[in-house]
Nanobody
Framework: VQLQASGGGLVQAGDSLRLSCAASKRTFTNNGVGWFRQSPGKEREFVAGISWSGANTGYADSVKGRFTISRDNAKSTVYLQMDRLKAEDTAVYYC?????????????????WGQGTLVTVSS
């Protein structure tokens, strides 16, 4: 079982990045996926989630209107498009596979996690 997050980097405030979460088919099939982030000294927080079909999505208030989650099941990949980035978006971003076909805002409802990709936004 593998989840591979990629796409992080160093950008300036106002720039965009697209994160990818590639999963093995067994991890991905029929599962919702969530993106979380964690910055130093803070707890891991929910960023965005998407159901297996892509029909249902949800966002943290802090990123709503700036971030967009999507998925391509044929490629077993989930994306997080991040626009108008802010310094406070700096964190390690993780993707995770939910136990069901839906997503959740609680990290303990996810059973498989990727290794994380670092996003640094300079102001």
């Amino acid at each position: 079982v593998q989840l591979q997050a990629s796409g992080g980097g160093l950008v300036q405030a106002g720039d965009s990045l697209r994160l990818s979460c590639a999963a093995s088919k067994r991890t991905f099939t029929n599962n919702g996926v969530g993106w979380f982030r964690q910055s130093p000294g803070k707890e891991r927080e929910f960023v965005a989630g998407i159901s297996w079909s892509g029909a249902n999505t949800g966002y943290a208030d802090s990123v709503k209107g700036r971030f967009t989650i999507s998925r391509d099941n044929a490629k077993s990949t989930v994306y997080l498009q991040m626009d108008r980035l802010k310094a406070e978006d700096t964190a390690v971003y993780y993707c995770a596979s939910h136990r069901s076909a839906y997503y959740a805002r609680r990290a303990d409802e996810y059973h498989y996690w990727g290794q994380g990709t670092l996003v640094t936004v300079s102001s």
